[in-house]
């Protein structure tokens, strides 16, 4: 049923079986895969962009070729890095979205720990950039199977 | 000079429209409240446009009224990091007009959360882009 625009609400929840996740499973599932997105403007529009990433503490830490568009427009910047995991024939799945703070590791100290990491890159450019998100604000949701 | 080497593919736009019609979600980016926001959702193409379906006033969308968005899908293999990546950048609009409610009900569009979703949007696909990524280096 179409829904005539001038009677829209205003804010209100996402409706339907979005179960929200708390914090302490989000940080059990941000261990559980190695590629997230990350959400960025670039020339004053929106860019998401699948990354590699790793975690150092509570950080996640991503790994991009240096000249990239990434590692211009993410310095100092307000980020959001999203995960997730769907299963098509059950129809399930989860999401965990981190937005906080975007900084790019300069000290040749904190690469070589960052290095540890292990973190991979698909590096179609030369030279590394290591960013590190601060986690400011921290959320999940699950879709369980709805089918009847 | 680490890890240089060709590491990715561009793909055509033909490409990326035969990958998008393989997934069944993909994740949209747009702001919420100043800050950058990001969602997973169930779509359909219809032809080079983007079609989701949500509940009218969820914050998707309140925030997808005539603004520009980002929508990624993808594919990738959870060892070797091989996969694949397109981007739709356009234009979000909520869809009003019955005879184009009526055909997009007709698109195979299965949202898997529940609730009431009558809420259509279509995001123009004016740019398309992708890439193909091979296996990712150490």
Redesign the interface.
Known sequence: MAVPSHLEPSFEPDPGALEPLDEAVCRVLLKSVPIGRIVFTHQALPRIQPVSYALDGDDVVIRVPAASKVAQAVQDAVVAFEIDDFDEPSRTGWSVVVVGHARREDSPAAIAALRRLGLRSWGDGPGDAFIRIVPEILSGRRVRDLRP | ????????ETLTEDQCLDLLVTV??G?V???DRA??????VNFVMDGTDVVLR?????????AMRRA?????A?A?D?VT?A?W?V?V?GEAR?V?D?AE?ARLAALPL?V????????YIRISGRYISG?R??E???
């Open positions: 000079m680490t890890g240089e080497r060709r590491a990715a069944p979600v994740r980016a747009f702001t800050l950058p926001a990001i969602q997973p949500t509940g009218r006033g969820s914050k998707l969308a309140i520009v968005v980002a929508f990624e993808g990738f959870p990091h996969g990546t981007t950048l909520t009003t019955p409610l299965r898997w959360a529940g609730g009431s979703r009558d809420h890439r990524l091979w990712a280096a150490a």
